[in-house]
């Protein structure tokens, strides 16, 4: 088969490694996802680019999520996250804008829409932003959530885990998933984990934690890396 | 670390959930036409509004969804390596903005009227691209408005050729007045409905 090598290289998702829907005890995982299977298009030029510089924009520079303000530290576990945003060839992707939103120690999230009776940290906000690095590393002081119900779903907990939103150089490498924390046994029986079609792909989500001893301070330490879609994706500098 | 032969497996989706926060919407978000909240709007092109609503099952409103616009300048370029016009493109057009629903699922953009431009895979009409992000949705729902401006070049689009033809009106914007000084377009979406009048989304 001759093919000819675009500067980038861009396929459709591979089905059994992302979520299939709809998800038990999760309705809008019924309302809201279209019943027409969606349509081939091809990749056109708008698909393929995307913002290069959010920052302008965006005001990256938040990561350190277990701090609001000096003296003021979360309840909780202090974690360190860290690891690199990468292309589907193993490249770095620098200048990703990397959000991330979670729990509290509680379980509760500082949203008003979160109206669940368990205690707000008046320390802790649970949001960041920050930007990788030239080699498309990444890194974030937080503190791990807690886990929580899902309403009306059957006594169905989400495990422990941290939101997170990737911009990165084309709007096709757009991703938005969540992280584990390997080990946690609510892992198993969750629904959003487990709607991963190929059980190979679930441990994808799973942060690993990094031996304490290799650890050069008073936190626990997490490592995760984020695969983004796309060959040949990261953009030179322009 | 490099395998061209052995690309790596892309990380999954999951959805946004319902606690996307609210502090990450900052005002001008939903404005493409310049390149931070601070920066002045480009010159360049029609300054338009796009807006409309985001609908789900039933027709009730999607609230706290989150839409994210891409689109070209108004000479039909992007300011990306991968087009062979970026040096040209619009230095002070971002082309970028987050929007996100209220309690009607209303939302809405400022942006300039975008230019079309020559694609290998054929001459794209000007369009915006639009992706949907909500609880529920676990990978981003991805869909493009046309200009009701540009009917010749609307039917030769080759992505909006990709539609069933007696769809393909629901991908094309109508005209919703002025606001502001600028024309207005509205363009609603209907996450999951009727055959006939769910939005086509595509493949992503
Ligand atoms: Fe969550």
Redesign the pocket.
């Known amino acids: 088969m001759t093919r000819r090598d675009p500067p980038d290289l861009f396929a459709p998702y591979d089905e059994s490694a992302q979520p299939a829907v709809p998800i038990e005890g999760y309705a809008n995982t019924f309302r809201r996802n279209p019943a027409r299977p969606p349509i081939p298009r091809p990749y056109t030029r708008t698909a393929r680019t995307g913002p290069l510089d959010l920052s302008p924009k965006l005001k990256p520079g938040d990561d350190n999520l277990a701090v609001i303000a000096p003296g003021r530290i979360a309840l909780g576990q202090l974690i360190h996250v860290s690891g690199r945003v990468l292309d589907e060839d193993g490249r770095g992707v620098p200048g990703a804008v990397v959000e991330l939103w979670?729990?509290n120690a509680a379980g509760r999230?500082f949203n008003p829409l979160d109206t669940r009776d368990a205690p707000l940290d008046p320390n802790f906000v649970g949001n960041g932003r920050t930007l990788t690095d030239r080699e498309g590393r990444y890194a974030f002081f937080t503190i791990k959530p807690g886990a929580?119900p899902v309403p009306d779903s059957g006594r169905w907990w989400?495990p422990p885990?941290v939101?997170v939103s990737i911009l990165g150089p084309s709007t096709l490498s757009r991703l938005v998933t969540?992280m584990y924390f390997s080990g946690e046994p609510l892992n198993a029986h969750d629904r959003l984990l487990n709607s991963l079609p190929d059980a190979a792909a679930r441990p994808r989500l799973l942060a690993r934690q990094i031996p304490p001893q290799e650890v050069e301070g008073e936190w626990l330490a997490f490592s995760w890396d984020i695969v983004l879609r796309g060959r040949h994706a990261t953009p030179p500098a322009p | 670390m490099i395998r061209p032969n052995a690309p790596l497996p892309p990380t999954a989706w999951h959805t946004i959930?319902p606690?996307f926060p609210r502090t990450f919407f900052r005002e001008g978000d939903n404005d493409l036409t310049r390149l931070s909240a601070e920066a002045a709007p480009t010159a360049r092109g029609e300054h338009i509004l796009l807006r409309g609503r985001v609908l789900e099952e039933g027709g009730r409103p999607c609230v706290n969804a989150v839409l994210e616009a891409w689109q070209a300048d108004a000479a039909g370029r992007f300011r990306h390596p991968l087009d062979p016009g970026w040096r040209e493109a619009d230095p002070d057009f971002l082309g970028w903005g987050r929007a996100w629903t209220d309690a009607e699922g209303a939302y809405s953009f400022r942006t300039v009227m975008p230019g079309g431009y020559a694609d290998p895979a054929g001459p794209r009409a000007p369009h915006v691209d639009l992706a949907v992000l909500a609880s529920g949705i676990m990978r981003r729902l991805v869909t493009t408005v046309f200009f009701p401006d540009f009917p010749d070049a609307n039917e030769a689009d080759p992505v909006l050729r990709a539609v069933p033809e007696g769809l393909r009106h629901l991908l094309v914007a109508r005209p919703d007045g002025r606001s502001e000084g600028l024309r207005a377009f509205r363009f609603d979406l209907l996450l999951r409905g009727a055959p006939d009048a769910e939005t086509p989304f595509f493949v992503d």
């Open positions: 979670q729990a999230y929580y989400r885990h939101h969540q | 959930g606690f």
